[in-house]
């Protein structure tokens, strides 16, 4: 099905990329997106079962989509609309160790030296980005947080001492976005911020979360609050039953790949389909991850029982979702088939550099990384592991894997991958070739000090299941990065070539 009719992707640099089995895109029923219009309602379509209130912030009347209703509610409005300013509570603060420093340097300076946070338990502090290196300017900034939650008596500080050994800190968690969920602070209905881009990996809970800066970052730490505007809502609708050889990174990197780099800017990406309903909260969290790269402001999946289910031991406070109504406003609907795709990468220097798999497979590669917020939670292991066994070959070139978090990490040494014999991930890992598990942390998914596990050090070409692959973000300038699913990374670890998965299925 043609889909030339989108002038959202008319701005699109390769136009061979219409080819792609992701050629099932419409647009919604009533929609003429103009992408100078991008204030103007274009499409109104709702595939939601349930009838529904049309508020469930209270007296409002008027239809909203469930991250204006999150909104509204956390402005203590009846409603709001897109392009409205809106003080905003903020149910939880994340700040990671590279922002920390700067942050209570910002708040101690405008909100004065004895100044204390607006709610301790509100605020969640962990240590991931410059973890496991010799750099004594990264031990600094985590020994800066830990000075400044001990002072503030912050109740959720992941903390690390002993680097030698992560297992031997108990508190410490690894990379935040996984921790966040992991650790019960993503919720359905609240609003999450946090000063990473990816923060955005909470939305798959049915919240609102994105990525702020220091400033505001340290607005919020004094009054629990900031001035928000109300995006206008993208509606991307996939349905089909997901082929066994894909993975949520193929959904989101075609749906980059679709509207490019800047083509949901300030927006929400929604996320609904009989597709999505079928996905883990871990893939779930895979593609609001990556709505950042298409500029989103956040994306969200509606809760549902999968939510449901996963925070059943994860938290025990009470948390109200939100659904967008049947006849909200949408700016724009993009629906696709996933039946009919097939595995992709994204080829350097941009998220947005789609191509399938199988056209790559001239591309020799000198390492493969499976890790980061991404790419690197317990069903990313697994999958990998999938086709490892499958393969039953051992990888053509070093692979590196960098668990997200300590319980991600323990997961592999201990839980059996489907079908393998009683196999671990650890087990397979190992049988292929791979290098041991590492320490958790966000690793070389930006690089860091050169010291840093698997980073980039030289001008080399990466099969990664990151989520960025600028120029010099893992490490070299001139590194080249392929963004990819773990079942293709894995495939391509055992070829030395990227490789479409189901070369090995
Ligand atoms: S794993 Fe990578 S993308 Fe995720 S928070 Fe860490 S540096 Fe950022």
Redesign the pocket.
Known sequence: MAFTSSPLITCKKELSLFAFPSSSFTIGKRQKCKKSSSNKIVSVVSSQKNKRNPSATGSSKSAMTATEKILARAAEKCEVRPGENAWTNVDVLMINDITCPGISGIFKKQFGITAKVWDREKIVVIP??YIFTNDDRAHRNVDIARDFCVEQDIKYFYDIKDRSNFRANPDYKG???VALAQEGHCRPGEVLLGT?S?TTSAGAFGQFATGVGNTDAAFILGTGRILLKVPPTLRFVLDGELPSYLLAKDLILNIIGEISMSGATYKTMEFVGTTIEGLSMEERMTLCNMVVEAGGKNGIVAADRTTYKYLEDKTSAPYEPVFSDENARFLAQYRFDVSKMEPLVAKPQSPDNRALARECNNVKIDRVYIG???GGKTEDFMAAAKVFLAGGKTVKVPTFLVPATQKVWMDLYTLEVPESGGKTCSKIFEEAGCDPPASPS?AA??GGPKDTYGRLNEPKVCVST???NFPGRMGHIEGQIYLASPYTAAASALTGFVTDPREFF
């Open positions: 991931d980005h990379v935040c976005h990473d990816h980061s917020c991404t966000c998914c930006m990151t989520n960025r």
